[in-house]
């Protein structure tokens, strides 16, 4: 399904500092029902491994390259607070950000308030997050990334077809990235930039 990006949907987009405000104004008042009880463990774990992340991700010469020779883009992503996947992978797109801000305008929208637009980026028929749509200036989508690096997508359809429930899941991935260390994520984000350049 084509979706229609909009100045409009852009403006009105959380820039990261915005983003990580909403996780800790969520954090700091009662949970609003169930579900939001639910998530707050995990609203609270990835709140502090973005902290750690903000500070201590570098980015490879390689990706930095890429970018700037690639043209000017905003970085459209779509997330949650309470996704794993986007804790470990969000805040590197804002370290890019802040680096190479011409190139590099980084905007993110709430999963679960804009079925609209995570709808039209399912993988797999699935509502997987964070998501990445590179925008050109006239707001044509130039690259998708998401909704995570692709050689741990597909150790987690592996390991789902094997029947692991999200508790065994969770330390697995965790283990993963900690182990790759941001690499592939940058590889393929540089993939993706040379692709539309």
């Known amino acids: 399904m084509a979706y229609h990006y909009t100045t409009k949907l852009i403006d009105t987009a959380l820039t990261y500092p915005d983003y990580r405000r909403v996780i800790m104004a969520t954090l700091a008042s009662s949970p609003a029902d169930a579900t939001a009880e639910k998530m707050r463990p995990y609203l609270k774990s990835n709140s502090a491994l973005m902290d750690d992340y903000d500070e201590n991700y570098r980015i490879t010469p390689?990706?930095?390259?890429?970018?700037?020779t690639g043209p000017a883009t905003t970085?459209?992503?779509?997330?949650?607070?309470?996704?794993?996947?986007?804790?470990?992978?969000?805040?590197?797109?804002?370290?890019?950000?802040?680096?190479?801000?011409?190139?590099?305008?980084?905007?993110?929208?709430?999963?679960?308030?804009n079925p609209e637009i995570m709808d039209a980026h399912l993988t797999d028929g699935g509502r997987s997050i964070p998501k990445l749509i590179a925008l050109s200036d006239d707001l044509k989508p130039l690259?998708?990334?998401?909704?995570?690096?692709?050689?741990?997508?597909?150790?987690?359809?592996?390991?789902?077809?094997?029947?692991?429930?999200?508790?065994?899941?969770?330390?697995?991935?965790?283990?993963?990235?900690?182990?790759?260390?941001?690499?592939?994520?940058?590889?393929e984000l540089a993939r993706m930039v040379k692709r539309y350049s």
């Not at 992978?89 to 801000?101: G, W």
């Open 143 to 187: 690259g998708f990334w998401g909704p995570r690096p692709a050689g741990l997508q597909q150790l987690m359809k592996q390991w789902k077809d094997d029947g692991m429930e999200l508790r065994e899941l969770i330390p697995k991935v965790h283990g993963w990235y900690d182990a790759d260390k941001t690499r592939t994520l940058q590889q």
């Open 62 to 68: 390689a990706l930095l390259d890429a970018v700037n």
């Open 75 to 113: 970085w459209l992503v779509i997330t949650e607070g309470w996704c794993g996947d986007a804790a470990f992978n969000v805040p590197l797109f804002h370290v890019l950000e802040k680096l190479v801000p011409e190139k590099v305008k980084l905007r993110l929208v709430l999963r679960d308030s």
